[in-house]
Every structure is written in C-alpha cells, then in structure tokens.
C-alpha cells in the first residue's frame, strides 16, 4: 500500500477569544498613537507655534479606551498588573510598560506645550504601535496576523487612522496635516495590498483570503479610496477644510473597520495538519 | 538530561477516543476542553477515501511559541521539556491561544458541568475555580509523572508514572517517555519507524512524533 503524499489538514476554525474588545485595543491603541504622531508632526510644520493639546488629548483618550476595553476581556482583570512581569520577549508586556509613559508624557506635553516632551511622546507612540503590531506578529496559531508584513499594516492604519482623527477634529486646516493623511492613507493601501499579495503566497487559510473578495471589504477599498480623492482634492483648493475633514472621518472609520475584520473576523488557525497517511497492512514494529 | 515526549502511531490508532475520556474523567476538565483530542480526518474522494485519527493536544515544544508571548510568565517550560502554565499568574489574556499552531490551549469563563448544574461525581471531586478566567492545557500529567519518579517509577514504562492518556490506550498507538535515553521505548520507536512532527516548519520543535510507516531499511 502507497501513503497519500498530500498532508491532510483538519478544517481551518475562526479564533473566538479575542472579540470587539480586543479590536478596540487596537483601534484604540493606533488612532491614538497616530493622533500623537500628527500632533507631533504638526509642530514640526509650524516651528514656535502651539502644539495642539487637544490632538494630544483626544490620542490619550483612544489609548487609554483601547486598554479599557482590552482590561474588560481578560478572564482576570484583578490581576493585570501581572502584564508587567515579561519584558524579555512578550510584545503585550512592553506594550504595558510603553503605555504609562505615553499617557505621561502626552499630558505633560499638552500642559507645557513644550516641545520635547512632545518629541518624547511622539517616540513613545511609536513605540506602542510598534508594540500592537508585534502583539499580532507573534501571533502564530493565526496565519492572518503571524504574517511579517501585518507589522508595516499595522504602523499604517495607525498613522491614517491618528492623521484622518486628526482632520476631523480640527487640523483640516492646515496644507501640511492634509498631505500627510493623505500620504498615510495611501501607505496604508500599498501596505495593506502588500499584505494581500504575502497571505496569498503563504497559502493562508481560504476562509482568510475569501475575506479580500468580500463585499463588505470591497467596499471599505473604495471609501478609501474615496478618502484618499477628498483629501487630494481639499489640497488642490476644492471644498476647503470640510472637504479634508470629510475625507480624514472616512480614513478614520475605514481604518477602525479594517481592523475589526481583521482581528474578528479573518483571524482563522492554523489548523491541524497530518504531513503524511499512516502506511497500514503491514506490521507496524513494537 | 530528560525530555519527555509522546509518541503517536497512526497506524494503529483507532479513534476511539479513550485517552481524550481518560483525560477528562482524571482531570476534570469542563464540556469542550478537550487536553487530548483525536481528529477525524477524512481525505480523497469517492471512492478512494481514507480516514485517519490523530491525537493531538500541547506538544510540550523545544521553543514554545506560547511561552515568549506569555506577559505573566504564567507559562513556563520545566527542564524535562514540560510546558507548565502557573495559574495563580495567568490573567487570562489569551495571547497565547493566538500563538499557540496546535490549538491546545484553552480558557473558560464560568463553572460549567457536562450535564447541566449537578455534576458528576469526578466533577464534583476536581472542579476548580482557579481554572476559571486562565487558559489551561495539557501538562503531560506532570504531577503523575513527578510522583512516579519520585517512587522510583520509570515515565512511559511503570503505568503509575505515565500519562494517563497514553496509561488508557487501548490500542498502544500513544506512548510516553524520554526521548533523551536511547534505550527508552520511545526513543526505540523512533529510531524504527518513520515520523514527522506537526508545523516543524515554524521552528517550535514540537515534543510529539507521529509514527507513519516502517524505516525503510527496517
């Protein structure tokens, strides 16, 4: 009797455990980083002008949400310090170790306007998002998160999404924030299909890459892409500040949605794989 | 040194799920946790179709994926290759269901019973609420094996000291033991058979080996 050479795989399931709440960590985590990354870069556009507090105030906000949310799932909430204990190599401790800081220096920042701390706390941000995205990368059991490329994803959602919250909230005015929304949102996109084109030739599950073919994600890329046309268009003069604030909600709300398909919804495992059929009919020693 | 590790030939397993029911009966593990499990796996198609069982569960990795995600250090990895989860640690965050390829992690939310509110006598006797809200999983039985040792036992050999999924096989398809001694049975088993470990490509160095086919030179 010949063995099949084709490995046998039990059916790919959708991960269940981590839900909204998680999703909103994320969300959370990059709108707000994000926000403090565009204030940041804002300062630099307008050299011994104010920084804007609010933009700092409003990234603590959906940091601290996001860690909310991610408190209100864990199966011990009372024991979340406990989150501290791994520095060496866990992506969620340093995350936890990087959150305090931000939220710091954020507030101290906004309260001062002084600009290195606002410098301080733009690393800070970044660091945090870099921490979310290797939370998702060290995720192994999930071909739609271990993949290498959800790093770059990840850092570009949270730049959209934190320069399109920054639009809306009230730098629409300002040439500079447009362009880089604008430029975010188009990094997002080439990462976002680069990330497509990896999943595609890692032989991710099915159930995964049907979610690209998705109605609902088709249409989340064409309002994307419907954002990235109103931010180009506010800076070539048409529509003004509503038309680039129209356009950064959307970067905002594509960018909340993308996330919680991905977290909720395309996060399917690995699933159990047998390299090779038993060979019976023979003895089998003992 | 030692590094216990199990054994699975799939020649002769038969899917009759005995260890997955000696598991729970022995450690009380609630409806749907399942530390050992068999997959029914069907291949081909009509009417060359195959169906095979493979027992699974924590594969007690070289490199577990779930410990470096760990932010408790709940997880930890004994020096004889068990992978042990402390649960007055765990928080429950879940990270390292996500990292873990194997699907052998689990975590619930409340005290259940198979049957509703009453429970059985073994749940009565084992049911712990300090496994409520932390991820469990299998631990190779390590309090059996450490008390068999202790005894003087030989893990994989003497009943007393071997896990009591592979202790209740009805068919010999699982065994345990160190892999580290070559006169061990299941170092004897690997050097005659044919196997292959499960997601190897993703450098985790499982501790479970699946036995397929004869060496050919055997």
């Known amino acids: 009797m010949t063995h099949m050479a084709n490995p046998a795989a039990a059916a790919a399931r959708r991960q269940r455990h981590w839900d909204w709440r998680a999703a909103g960590n994320f969300i959370g985590g990059g709108t707000g980083s994000g926000l403090v990354l565009a204030a940041a870069f804002a300062a630099l556009l307008e050299p011994g002008g104010p920084i804007r507090a609010w933009a700092l105030l409003a990234g603590m906000a959906c940091v601290a949400a996001g860690l909310s949310l991610v408190w209100l799932e864990i199966g011990k909430p009372w024991r979340a310090l406990n989150v501290f204990f791994h520095p060496q190599t866990s992506w969620m401790t340093r995350e936890g170790i990087v959150a305090g800081p931000l939220l710091a220096c954020s507030a101290a920042a906004a309260a001062s306007g002084s600009g290195a701390l606002l410098a301080g706390a733009a690393l800070l941000a970044a660091a945090y998002l870099y921490c979310q995205a290797r939370i998702l990368r060290a995720s192994r059991a999930i071909p739609a998160w271990s993949h290498p490329r959800v790093v770059p994803l990840i850092l570009a959602c949270g730049l959209a999404e934190g320069s399109g919250a920054m639009l809306l909230l009230g730098g629409a005015d300002s040439a500079g924030l447009v362009a880089l929304a604008l430029a975010a949102t188009l990094a997002r996109e080439a990462a976002r299909e680069a990330y497509r084109r990896g999943l595609l030739a890692s032989a991710a599950p099915a159930q995964t890459l049907a979610w690209f073919a998705h109605p609902l994600t088709r249409a989340l890329q064409g309002l994307r892409l419907l954002a990235a046309l109103l931010m180009l268009a506010a800076l070539a003069g048409v529509g003004g500040a509503a038309m680039a604030a129209t356009g950064g909600a959307i970067a905002l709300a594509t960018g909340w949605a993308l996330k919680l398909i991905l977290i909720t919804r395309a996060a399917y495992r690995r699933g159990a794989q047998m390299l090779q059929q038993p060979v019976r009919g023979r003895a089998a020693r003992r | ?218």
Request: aromatic share 8%; with cysteine.
């Open chain 2, 1 to 218: 040194m030692t590094r216990y590790a199990m054994v699975a030939d799939l020649r002769r397993c038969v899917g009759c799920q005995t260890c997955t029911a000696a598991c729970k009966e022995t450690r009380g593990t609630p409806p749907g946790v399942q530390w050992r499990r068999v997959l029914d796996i069907e291949t081909g198609e009509y009417p060359d179709v195959r169906r095979s069982f493979m027992p699974t569960g924590c594969q007690h990795c070289d490199e577990p994926p779930c410990l470096e995600v760990c932010p408790s250090t709940a997880t930890r990895k004994r020096g004889d290759g068990i992978v042990t989860i402390e649960e007055t640690l765990c928080i429950g965050c879940s990270a390292c269901i996500m990292a873990c390829p194997y699907d052998a992690r689990y975590m619930v939310d409340e005290t259940v019973f198979a049957f509703g509110e009453q429970a059985m006598p073994h749940e009565g006797r084992l049911a712990d609420k300090a496994r409520v809200g932390v991820v469990t999983k299998c631990d190779f039985c390590a309090g059996r094996v450490d008390a068999g040792v202790a005894r003087g036992l030989v893990p994989g050999v003497d009943a007393a000291a071997t896990p009591v999924c592979a202790q209740s096989c009805i068919s010999g398809a699982l065994q345990f033991g160190d892999i580290d001694d070559p006169a061990s049975p299941v170092s004897k088993l690997l050097a005659e058979n044919r196997w292959f470990r499960m997601h190897e490509e993703l450098g985790t160095g499982p501790g479970f080996y699946y036995l397929w086919d004869q060496e050919a030179a055997a």
